[in-house]
C-alpha cells in the first residue's frame, strides 16, 4: 500500500511557473513507475507525464512537451512536476499516481495509488 500526498498548487499567472510535489509513504516509490494526470470539471482524468522507476525514462503529453519536466528523489520518496510556460488552459486538478506495471500506461485505470490531487489554476 502506497499514501501519496500532493502539494505545490495555486494560483499563477500566465507564462508563470509551479512546481509540484508528491510525497509517498507506506512503501518505496522505486517499486513503482509514477505517473501525474490532471482533470477538469466533467473530464476524465487525462495523461500528463511519468516517469520510469530509475527515473532514466520519461514520458509527456503532447500538450505539456517542453514545458513540463518529471523528475523523482526514491531517497526522498518525492515526485516532482515542474511546470514553466503556464497556460490558461492547464488549469486542473493534478493527481500523482504510482503504478506497479512495467508497460509505458497512459491511461488512469493501469495506476493502482492515487493522490487526493491539488489545484493549479493559471489567470490569463
Known amino acids: 500500500q502506497v499514501q501519496l500526498v500532493e502539494s505545490g498548487g495555486g494560483l499563477v499567472q500566465a507564462g508563470g511557473s509551479l512546481r509540484l510535489s508528491c510525497a509517498a509513504s507506506?512503501?518505496?516509490?522505486?517499486?513503482?513507475?509514477m505517473g501525474w494526470f490532471h482533470q477538469t470539471p466533467g473530464k476524465e482524468r487525462e495523461f500528463v507525464a511519468r516517469i520510469s522507476r530509475s527515473g532514466r525514462s520519461t514520458y509527456y503529453a503532447d500538450s505539456v512537451k517542453g514545458r513540463f519536466t518529471i523528475s523523482r528523489d526514491n531517497a526522498k520518496n518525492t515526485v516532482y512536476l515542474q511546470m514553466n510556460s503556464l497556460k490558461p488552459e492547464d488549469t486542473a486538478v493534478y493527481y500523482c499516481?504510482?503504478?506497479?506495471?512495467?508497460?509505458?500506461?497512459?491511461?488512469?485505470?493501469?495506476?493502482?495509488?492515487w493522490g487526493q490531487g491539488t489545484q493549479v489554476t493559471v489567470s490569463s
Open positions: 499516481a504510482a503504478d506497479s506495471g512495467y508497460v509505458v500506461a497512459k491511461a488512469q485505470y493501469e495506476y493502482d495509488y
Open positions: 507506506g512503501r518505496t516509490i522505486s517499486s513503482y513507475a
